[in-house]
């Protein structure tokens, strides 16, 4: 059996937002696990020293904006997940005292999927965006049977660099029109959304009527693309549901038992009212 962890932590700068310490707190009381999660903000340059001091409290964890590439970097194993995206969300350290890395956001994203059904053999993916959870969408769609990938991102070298990693991308589009226009799963993978006035990701009169619509952001009462396309009939989903599944398949890594998924969903929906 797994020795348990001295501390459960989320790293990150900020964090002072962040709906996990809710979501796993709600989790760990229900299992009677008599640890805390607690959020830590750690400035980029304070991280080495962070890690160094988590791995001797024998810490696990989440890791968000902006340190999961270079948490990678800190770990000394990652698995066949983290190492694809080359990204890590999710730390905890070993019987052997080596600091292991995974990605959860990959499951998550297919949670997302499932949630509409869009987790389909030969799926047309349009994917917006081309910044780290891009990758970690990836990685989850090169696992789908026959899936293709139209990427377009606002900064067009970052998609191309993205191609060059991800063979599954067959195009990278001129334009966010020009992306989702054969796409059977259209995916916002860019932070358009976070903020109540910020433009949508695409225009939804350019989705396919049967597409599904799948978005990472999340805000207290949907989001403005999700909206509008329930709005059009289009089968649609906001990053919650992402955010419940990556966190729960972490709490089943650290502590190797079922998560508590209706609770955790709960929590999470009332912190996120909040
Ligand atoms: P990131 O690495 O910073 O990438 C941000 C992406 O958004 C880039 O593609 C960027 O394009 C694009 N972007 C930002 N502002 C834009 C604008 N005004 N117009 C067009 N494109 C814009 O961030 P990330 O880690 O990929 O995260 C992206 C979003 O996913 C975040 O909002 C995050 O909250 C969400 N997320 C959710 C979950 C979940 O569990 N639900 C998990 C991970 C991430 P450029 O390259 O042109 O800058």
Not at 19 to 37: D, E, F
Not at 39 to 49: K, Q, S
Not at 52 to 64: E, P, S
Request: proline share 5%.
């Amino acid at each position: 059996m797994r020795r348990a962890p001295g501390r459960l932590v989320l790293v990150g700068h900020p964090v002072a937002h962040s709906l996990s310490p809710a979501l796993q707190n709600a989790a760990l009381r229900y299992a009677g696990l008599p640890i805390t999660y607690e959020a830590i903000d750690v400035r980029p340059d304070a991280l080495e020293a962070t890690v160094h001091r988590l791995v001797a409290a024998r810490a696990a964890g989440n890791v968000t904006i902006p340190h999961k590439e270079a948490m990678a970097r800190h770990c000394g194993r990652v698995d066949a997940v983290a190492e694809r995206v080359s990204a890590v969300n999710t730390f905890r350290v070993a019987d052997d005292d080596v600091l292991e890395g995974t990605n959860t956001d990959v499951g998550g994203f297919d949670a997302l999927a499932r949630e509409v059904g869009a987790l389909r053999p030969a799926a047309r993916v349009a994917v917006l965006g081309a910044g780290g959870s891009a990758a970690a969408v990836m990685t989850a769609l090169e696992r789908w049977s026959g899936a293709t990938v139209a990427l377009f991102n606002r900064t067009k070298p970052r998609a191309e660099a993205l191609r060059a990693r991800f063979p599954i991308v067959e195009l990278v589009a001129a334009t966010a029109d020009e992306a989702v226009r054969d796409a059977t799963v259209v995916v916002n993978a860019t932070s358009l959304g976070l903020r109540a006035d910020d433009p949508l990701p695409v225009r939804i009169e350019s989705l396919r009527p049967e597409a599904a619509v799948l978005d990472l952001v999340y805000r207290p009462r949907e989001t403005a693309w999700v909206r509008a396309a329930r709005e059009r009939k289009h089968a649609a989903v906001d990053g919650l549901c992402m955010l419940l599944e990556q966190g729960a398949l972490a709490f089943e890594w650290w502590f190797g038992i079922a998560a508590p998924r209706d609770v955790m969903r709960q929590a999470l929906r009332a912190a996120a009212r909040e």
